[in-house]
């Protein structure tokens, strides 16, 4: 069975530190993909990254970076100078290869606070 | 381009009465698609997916049910809604090869 664990609930940092958010997720398929989605006030999941399992490069888009390690089955996201503007909730999500398609399963999210 | 469309954005139902929540995407064919539901305060559960027409699976026993009458519409339906139904509702596809899914702005249900 699937799962992912976000065992930060909420975050509360001031502008300009660096922060970390922990995925850590359960498999038994050795092809998933891992995704991390960030949810404003608005309401709307914003989608931010995917990495299949048989990609570990760590990757950096601006001030965001992902680390991925299968040895601790981990995808932990690290936003660096965090600003106001990247509070929200963050989710992390798993998806298996199941007959006949996908399922997405999400973590239980971790919200972030960035105070001025 | 591809888009989806979730309607209502709000709804306020009194309890014990139906629910029908629809959504559509434009612009892909044989998508999958999903209804998820976020609690107050709380993550995104996934409720039901479907990979083609007439196929939905269900991922937790509730008071809630789903259908794919067509290609690129999913429907969450109820027959008689409870106070814990209220929370966020969100529906999403995906391409077929597990893509990223794009997410609908959501219904916010309130049941009274």
């Known amino acids: 069975a699937q799962k992912v664990t976000q065992a930060q609930t909420e975050i509360s940092v001031v502008e300009k530190e660096d922060v970390t958010l922990d995925c850590v997720y359960e498999t038994r398929d050795t092809t998933y993909y891992l995704f991390w989605y960030k949810q404003p006030p608005s309401g709307e999941l914003v989608f931010l990254i995917r990495?299949?399992?048989?990609?570990?490069q760590n990757e950096i888009s601006g001030r965001y970076s992902w680390n991925f390690q299968k040895s601790t089955s981990s995808f932990n996201f690290t936003i660096t100078a965090s600003q106001v503007v990247d509070s929200a909730v963050y989710f992390c999500a798993l998806s298996e290869v199941n007959t006949g398609g996908f399922k997405t399963i999400f973590g239980a999210g971790t919200r972030l606070f960035v105070k001025a | 381009s591809q888009t989806i469309h979730q309607w209502p954005a709000t709804l306020v139902q009194p309890v014990g009465s139906p629910l029908s929540l629809e959504c559509t995407v434009e612009?892909?064919?044989?998508?999958?698609l999903y209804w998820y539901r976020q609690a107050a305060g709380r993550g995104l559960q996934l409720l039901f997916y479907s990979v083609g027409i007439g196929q939905i699976s269900s991922e937790v026993p509730q008071n809630l049910s789903a259908s794919r009458p067509q290609d690129r519409q999913f429907i969450l339906s109820s027959k008689k809604l409870l106070l814990s139904d209220s929370g966020f509702y969100l529906c999403a596809w995906e391409e077929q090869g597990n893509t990223e899914a794009f997410f609908g702005q959501g219904t916010r249900l309130t049941v009274v």
């Open positions: 612009g892909t064919s044989n998508p999958n």
């Open positions: 990495r299949n399992s048989f990609d570990e």
